[in-house]
Structure formats: structure tokens, C-alpha cells
């Protein structure tokens, strides 16, 4: 098992790519605190997850809000008795466009996206000096490589998690951490209506993903599995000299 004793902590991790990854690294031995804002979902995934004959732990909290993004971090430490990997995956579409911006959409995502971030991996590194060092990995996208014309915000919050990833990545690398970022091509998680369409219209989302996946050489959207299995790689001890990378999981999106 890649991940056997070790303390994770998954962020957005109710539903999609983040309860993937929960799954998976139960799988793979690891104890595991799953945070979300989602009450509901927390709830039936711990169900879910007991009933496969694992346990996890779950932290409620609201990443948009800063006290909650700390806190969420430092309950999970409790929880645990330390941490050995954060996957601080959290993040929102945001608006779709610029025109006529609505500024409280705005900050919420760069809050969720980026902010979150940050503070989140500012307050892991802590307790991962306590044990000697560890493994952060962040969830950007394809859009935080190349430019989005459906996701402009989007893309610009995920550009900054990328820069954010290769400057900790150098800053952490004395305490034993490292800090690497996958970034997923269009994907079959709940999110995906709301990249394609500002208004959820089915018939705009459908158009959209054959434009998108006209693009893609595999010609297929990324399953939540897929993305769960690169962070488990890049947490894991296989990736020890692994730090600093911005991972596509995207069917050959960016290869062009």
C-alpha cells in the first residue's frame, strides 16, 4: 500500500474528484480527514465509505471563509495527530465572462481558488515539519496552463495556483514537503455544466463539450478516478524527487 499510515487531509472531498481521491487513498492505507462545505455529502460519504469497511474522519467548513480555510486545517491535525499530505483540491467555475463582472462572484472564487490555497498549505506545512516533512498537492486545471474562453476567471485564479505550486515547491523543499499541482482537462464530475455554461442550458453545455473534446486526441472527458490516481502518485513516496510539477491529466489537451 503507497500511502500505508500515512495522514491525509482531502479538501472538497464529498463529492466528484475529491471523494475519488478519499476512496483511493483509503485503499492504499492511508488514515484520511475529508473536508467539505457540504454537511449532506460528508455525511454519505462516511456512510459510504464504512460500509466498504474503511473510516475516515470529516471537517464541515466553508474554504471561501478565511478563519474556516485555517481552521479547517488545524481540526484536521487534531483529528489525525498530525499530517503527512494535504490535497487541497477546492474551487469553483466562477463567472463566465468580464463584462459587467459581478465583483462578489469574482472574489468568491479567487477566495476558493487561490486564497484557499494558500492558507490551507501555509498551515499544513506546520504540522508536516513536526513529522519531518510531507506532500502537498493542489488541483489547477488544463485553464491554469493554456487560456479558457469559456472560464476566464477560472483560468486566471488556476494560473496563480501553478505559479503558487513551483515558488512553495522551492520554498519548502528544506523541510522535506513537496508541492506539486494536477491539473485535469474537462472532466465527468458534477462541475462540468457549470465550466460549460454559465446558465446550465443542456443544449450550450452539449455544444461545448464536442468543442472541447474536439480538442482532446483521446477524445474522451477525464474520469474522477484518473485524477484521484495522479494525486495518489504525487503523494506518494514513488514521486520523492517529484516536486514542483504541474501534472495534466487532459487526454493530450496541452501536448499541442
Avoid at 97 to 105: I, P, S
Amino acid at each position: 500500500m503507497r500511502l500505508k499510515d500515512k495522514l491525509a487531509v482531502i479538501t472538497a472531498a464529498a463529492s466528484g474528484m475529491g471523494r475519488a481521491g478519499v476512496e483511493l487513498f483509503l485503499r492504499e492505507g492511508a488514515r484520511v480527514v475529508a473536508v467539505d462545505v457540504n454537511a449532506d455529502g460528508l455525511a454519505k460519504l462516511a456512510a459510504d465509505v464504512e460500509r466498504s469497511g474503511y473510516a475516515i474522519q470529516t471537517v464541515q467548513a466553508d474554504l471561501s471563509v478565511p478563519n474556516e480555510m485555517s481552521g479547517s486545517i488545524a481540526k484536521s491535525a487534531e483529528l489525525l495527530g498530525g499530517i503527512d499530505i494535504l490535497w487541497a483540491h477546492a474551487g469553483i467555475p466562477g463567472p463566465s465572462g468580464v463584462e459587467n463582472l459581478d465583483l462578489a462572484a469574482y472574489e468568491r472564487t479567487i477566495s476558493l481558488n487561490v486564497t484557499s490555497a494558500t492558507l490551507t498549505a501555509g498551515e499544513a506545512i506546520k504540522h508536516m515539519r513536526k513529522r519531518g516533512g510531507g506532500a502537498i498537492v493542489f488541483t489547477a486545471s488544463t485553464a491554469g496552463l493554456v487560456g479558457s474562453m469559456f472560464s476566464p476567471v477560472y483560468s486566471a485564479s488556476k494560473f496563480a495556483v501553478v505559479g503558487l505550486t513551483k515558488s512553495l515547491a522551492q520554498r519548502f523543499a528544506v523541510d522535506g514537503v513537496r508541492v506539486n499541482v494536477v491539473c485535469p482537462g474537462l472532466a465527468e464530475t458534477p462541475m462540468k455544466a457549470g465550466f460549460m455554461s454559465a446558465s446550465g442550458d443542456l443544449a450550450e453545455v452539449e455544444a461545448n463539450e464536442r468543442k472541447m473534446l474536439s480538442s482532446v486526441p483521446l477524445g474522451r472527458l477525464c474520469k474522477a478516478e484518473e485524477v484521484a490516481h495522479a494525486a495518489l502518485w504525487l503523494a506518494s513516496d514513488d514521486a520523492s524527487f517529484v516536486t514542483g510539477v504541474a501534472l495534466p491529466i487532459d487526454g493530450g489537451y496541452t501536448a499541442r
